[in-house]
């Protein structure tokens, strides 16, 4: 294998969106036949890697070579006819579609006078899904399989394209184990049919099994890149965590006061299972994990805005049974929700009414809002949270993303949450207003409130909060006190490797 | 435990084929219930009235499929029976019926370009076509009716073939080849592609602006083939004439099963809406619903019938 020439090839390449690099010179060959791990932490680089190498975005620096040939301004389109397919993790397939049709899409097999052959398309995915050693009914729309199949069917549809290269986005993500044992079985057919698969997953365990090659990206740069021989998990880890981290931004000390809220045995099969924890006055607990791995959606029970399937929810040692958001805000728990623009905030009016909607619901005497009042208050958050333009008036799309998350947070303080539940808070968020935030969020600290952090950004993580717990698949799987964080250790848990590292 | 089985199968195929339900209930009460319902005069009547709206919602379902709509249709019949009129005084019938359907196509088209090139939402597209063929249409005509008297035209309108209206004959024909169509062509195929999900469609090799120029295309052609029938059944040209027409459509292809959000809708469930529609209308009238009741009646049953359809929605990837 060593002496093949690569089928793909990608030398210094670099990309930044809006002045941010995201990818800087990173070089990555696909070998025929191979497998090629690609792991790294969340906004390490590797969507948009695969975005590059599959057309959807132009890289400002380096080359691609397929097949010996420099690419130059490919279209998803042109990747995809010419062997190079992606399996996204948004399975992209035509959900009214049956499996055999999606298969065919495109590139329908036609008979005589142009017609499609219908005949021949379903024996076209019959043939194509019995090679792959897949076994699922294809005249069933594929909106009505389960993921597993509907991934096969993406699967197959990239083989009924000649598919030289596969790129595979996270393919385990929802999988069972049964499950991931089968698609493995249809990677290892495909590798003997000398197709070369790029493989990405935060899955250390898959890359070991089935990876020939691996490589570490971290903030964009490439970190280390080798046959899989040369690595175990402990040093695989080792070259995913390592980014800087400013702990002057360290977020003062615990100022532990009495429980606030505890939560037992909180389910919602299969995305949330089993979860206890209690929250104090006074801390910050981090959420830390991996995309996917039910920190958003635990955080959505908590407030009602999906429903609870198990498990209670006691507030200052009272039950309570917040049954939408609404009630949440009534008894003091607040979100501030991962995507402010869909889910935070109404764009189009302005910051004032943003806020004044959590105060309506307390501030209303029979029906009627009394705007004078809610004038000032909103005028005095917007002070306190220094707010730029300071103009209630400003339409809140206009604002930048820090000025319309600290709204987001105005809306809570408005509602005078004790338990603030903040969905990666400074996502999107430039370094000013990160800092003016996790002021903020000391301050209501300071006041005896109780914070949730989920955060993908895990410096971020070490530096505000003052414990940690650690998601995956659904679960805590760890509970850590800030002073015995590090990224490493983290990383670990999130990736469940825990028994391996210690 | 049968017995239930049974009701849950029944109940089934009444959430999946609830206009043909509807249809059959209500052509067997009418029969019995409403005098002068049941009988070939008054089934010839509905086609000759249904067959124009027939066309409008065959069109309107391709659009629908890509997730669209064309509020234009109404003022394309307008603007079709307007220059088919004024062609046919000066230059006969084939020129006239010709010019009167490349006219409606054309704005079909520039809806289309414009659907399909820009990010402006179908809907408003098509709301400003509304003007332009109304507009044009009174511009035309000068405000007034345009009389036609060439009577090899205006017999057409009332034409039949063993007691059945040519226009309705010409529909079923029309309905056949776009069956073909959605079901056998590529083209037509990536119809419902597009409206399934446009993203998927497009990385798939589906020509995603192909498909939305034609569906507009095909929407102001056979929105013309409807006005042309209309202009015949009216002996002139109507520059104010076939108001609301395309909601008429859109509450057919809804009612027949499609969906607005795309993706979702067939040929002949259009077809049962539109003769839904017609035998509603028939009803209405002959049991003496004041025409003023009428749009209140049929607006609840289109509520009625799309609540019923949210059962049949398509589930959706994860």
Known sequence: ?502 | MTGLKHLNRILEWVGSNSALAALLVLFVVASAFVPNFFGERNFVAILYQYSIIGFLALGQLLVILTAGIDLSQGSLVAFTSIVVAVLMNRYGVFPAIAGGLAASTFLGVISGLIVSRTRIPPFVVTLGMLGVGRGLALVISDAKPVSVDVEAFTNFGRANLGGVPVSAILLVLVSLLLLYFVKYRRLGRHIYAVGGSEESARLSGVDVKKVKLLVYALSGLLTAIGGVIWTARLHSGSPIGANNYELESIAAVIVGGGSLFGGVGTVTGTLVGVVLFGVINSVLNLVGISPYWQGTVKGVLILLAVALSQVRRPSRLR
């Open chain 1, 1 to 502: 294998m060593e002496t093949a020439a690569p089928v793909l090839s990608l030398k210094k390449i670099s990309k930044s969106f809006s002045g941010i690099t995201v990818l800087h010179d990173v070089d990555i060959d696909l070998y025929p036949g191979e497998v090629h791990g690609v792991v790294g932490e969340n906004g390490a680089g590797k969507s948009t890697l695969i975005k590059i190498m599959s057309g959807a975005y132009q890289p400002d620096h380096g080359t691609i070579h397929y097949q010996g040939q420099l690419l130059k301004n490919i279209t998803p389109r042109w990747a995809r006819e010419n062997g190079i397919n992606t399996i996204y993790q948004e399975i992209d397939l035509i959900p009214s579609l049956t499996a055999a049709e999606n298969i065919a899409l495109g590139n329908e097999p036609l008979g005589k006078g142009g017609s499609i052959d219908w005949a021949a398309v379903r024996s076209q995915a019959r043939r194509i899904l019995d090679d792959m050693g897949a076994h699922l009914p294809i005249d069933v729309a594929v909106g009505n399989l389960k993921v597993a199949h509907q991934q096969m069917v993406a699967i197959a549809k990239a083989l009924s394209l000649n598919s030289q290269v596969l790129i595979l986005d996270e393919p385990t993500a929802v999988f069972t184990s049964s499950e991931i044992e089968l698609l493995f079985n249809i990677i290892r057919r495909l590798k003997a049919q000398g197709i070369a698969i790029l493989y990405i997953s935060h899955h250390l365990d898959e890359i070991f099994q089935i990876g020939d090659r691996v490589t570490v990206l971290r903030d964009g740069y490439l970190v280390r890149s080798g046959l899989i021989a040369e690595f175990d998990k402990p040093s695989l880890v080792r070259a995913m965590v390592g980014r800087e981290i400013d702990f002057s931004l360290r977020n003062g000390h615990s100022l532990l006061g009495e429980e606030i809220l505890r939560v037992k045995n909180l389910s919602r099969s299969p995305v949330v299972e089993d979860i206890n924890f209690v929250l104090r006055r006074g801390e910050i607990v981090g959420v830390a994990g991996l995309v996917g791995a039910g920190r958003t959606e635990m955080a959505r029970l908590l407030v009602g805005a999906d429903p609870l399937q198990h498990g209670e929810i006691y507030l200052n040692g009272r039950r309570i049974r917040p049954t939408s958001p609404m009630v949440a805000l009534g008894l003091g728990i607040g979100m501030l929700p991962e995507s402010r623009k869909e889910e935070g905030l109404v764009l189009q009016r302005s910051m004032a009414e943003n806020m004044a909607y959590s105060l309506v619901q307390k501030s209303s005497r029979a029906g009627v809002v009394p705007w004078k009042s809610i004038r000032r208050e909103v005028a005095s958050l917007l002070s306190k949270l220094e707010v730029r333009p300071a103009n209630p008036n400003l339409q809140v799309t206009y604002m930048s993303g820090g000025n319309q998350q600290k709204v987001v947070l105005g809306k809570l303080l408005a509602a005078k949450c004790d338990v603030l539940i903040l969905d990666e808070p400074t996502r999107g968020v430039d370094v000013g207003a990160r800092l003016e935030i996790y002021k903020l969020m000391y301050e209501m600290k300071t006041e005896g409130k109780a914070i949730l952090m989920i955060s993908s950004d895990l410096p971020e993580i070490l530096t505000q909060a003052d414990r940690i717990l650690v998601m995956a698949k659904g679960r805590i799987v760890a509970e850590v006190p800030a002073a015995e964080a590090s990224e490493e250790k983290i990383l670990a848990f999130a990736l469940r490797l825990e028994s391996e590292m210690v």
